[in-house]
């Protein structure tokens, strides 16, 4: 059974840094896609970072480039989601995401087949 966790969601205050965790189980990263999605109340899940971990550098979607970073252990079928300077806007549910064997990176939502619970992360001003 595949299992994405992810842990490390919280309130923070504004220019604060929170590190989010996703432990894959069932899944060998090596060939798959990973991403860190988000969803804010009222707004369409939207891909913050993914990558994969045998591939190019991640992408970042324009609105955290430069404060946030992806990174992965394949060896620990882990990904991290280090969050820098971080703002009210980036307030919402965060999701783990994969798709096993991916050609190139999905940047949609419904390309993602395998789906974390979601932890929340709260920004206050």
């Known amino acids: 059974q595949v299992q994405l966790v992810e842990s490390g969601g919280g309130l923070v205050q504004a220019g604060d840094s929170l590190s989010l965790s996703c432990v894959a189980s069932?899944?060998?990263?090596?060939?798959?896609?990973m991403g860190w999605f988000r969803q804010a109340p009222g707004k369409e899940r939207e891909l913050v970072a993914g990558l994969k971990i045998s591939g190019s550098p991640p992408y970042y979607a324009d609105s955290v480039k430069g404060r946030f970073s992806l990174s992965g252990d394949s060896a620990k079928k882990t990904i991290y989601l280090q969050m820098n300077s971080l703002n009210p806007e980036d307030t919402a549910v965060y999701y783990c995401a994969a798709r096993r064997m991916a050609i190139g990176l999905p940047l949609r939502a419904d390309q993602y087949n395998i789906w974390g619970q979601g932890t929340q992360v709260t920004v206050s001003s």
């Open positions: 069932g899944l060998t990263l090596d060939y798959a896609a």
